[in-house]
């Protein structure tokens, strides 16, 4: 089943979008110039020129990168916890292993109660 859906996602989803990309990339071959420079922009001090299809692709990389380390820095309290719980659990079952070995055997013989009778019998 889980094959199956993976199939199903790939020609679904994933073949499409490569298509799209495939063609974005196809159709945006020209050549940019990138500049570095805010103060001359005729003659920049340092500047790139590469087609435009890269430089998107790059900045959309980017993109997900910053996002996903902004992700990662604002979950770090509910790693923190999740840590902290994970660490509880540990201790509390080592604890119920120590207590569950202090009781006794329920499958041991219980030892005989003894009772006083008097010496009447009664």
Same mark, same amino acid.
């Given at each position: 089943m889980d094959q199956?859906? #993976?199939? $199903? /996602?790939f020609w679904l989803v994933l073949m !499409?979008? +490569? %298509?799209?990309?495939?063609?974005f990339a196809v159709a945006n071959r020209e050549l /940019?110039? /990138?500049? *570095?420079?805010? *103060?001359?922009?005729t003659a920049p001090a340092a500047s790139i020129t590469? !087609? =435009? *299809? %890269? =430089? %998107?692709?790059a900045l /959309?990389? $980017?993109g997900v990168i910053v996002g996903g380390v902004a992700s990662w820095l604002r979950q770090s309290r509910y #790693?923190? +916890?999740a840590r902290r719980a994970d660490a509880d659990v540990y201790h509390l079952r080592r604890e119920i292993q120590t207590l569950n070995a202090r009781l006794p055997d329920p499958n041991a013989p219980q030892p005989t109660?003894?009772?006083? #009778?008097s010496p009447s019998g009664e």
């Open positions: 199956m859906v #993976r199939k $199903l /996602v !499409p979008l +490569a %298509i799209i990309i495939l063609m /940019v110039t /990138v500049s *570095f420079d805010p *103060f001359n922009s590469l !087609p =435009l *299809f %890269i =430089l %998107i692709f /959309v990389g $980017l #790693r923190k +916890a109660q003894l009772g006083y #009778r």
